[in-house]
Nanobody, 121 residues
């Protein structure tokens, strides 16, 4: 059983920054790919960023260089540094793990409960 627990959500004005963290506990392997997804009110969940065991990253187009995903493997923690936040970034952000590291956004099969981000104008 794997638990993913997010932290770092909150409210910020447009142009500001936030950093999300997610700690994995339980039977977690360093080979897992880790990622962040988000869901705005009334919108479908969408991928934000992912990172492999050795640090290879992938970002959604809308990130536009504003966000940076990172991870540590001593304790398995994945972080998302978000800069230049926009009102459109408002939503619930979910930490996720892909136990097979499929390379596909659809491969993420373990999910956290999420943390809310609200960006105001």
């Amino acid at each position: 059983h794997v638990d993913l627990v997010e932290s770092g959500g909150g409210s910020v004005q447009a142009g500001g920054s936030l950093r999300l963290s997610c700690k994995a506990s339980g039977i977690v392997y360093h080979s897992y790919c880790l990622g962040w997804f988000r869901q705005g009110l009334g919108k479908k969940r969408e991928a934000v960023a992912s990172i492999g065991q050795y640090g290879r990253t992938r970002y959604a187009e809308f990130v536009k260089g504003r966000f940076t995903i990172s991870r540590t493997n001593t304790e398995i923690i994945v972080s998302l540094q978000m800069n230049s936040l926009e009102v459109e970034d408002t939503g619930r952000y979910y930490c996720a793990a892909d136990s097979k590291c499929t390379g596909s956004w659809e491969g993420f099969d373990i999910w956290g409960q999420g943390t809310q981000i609200t960006v105001s104008s």
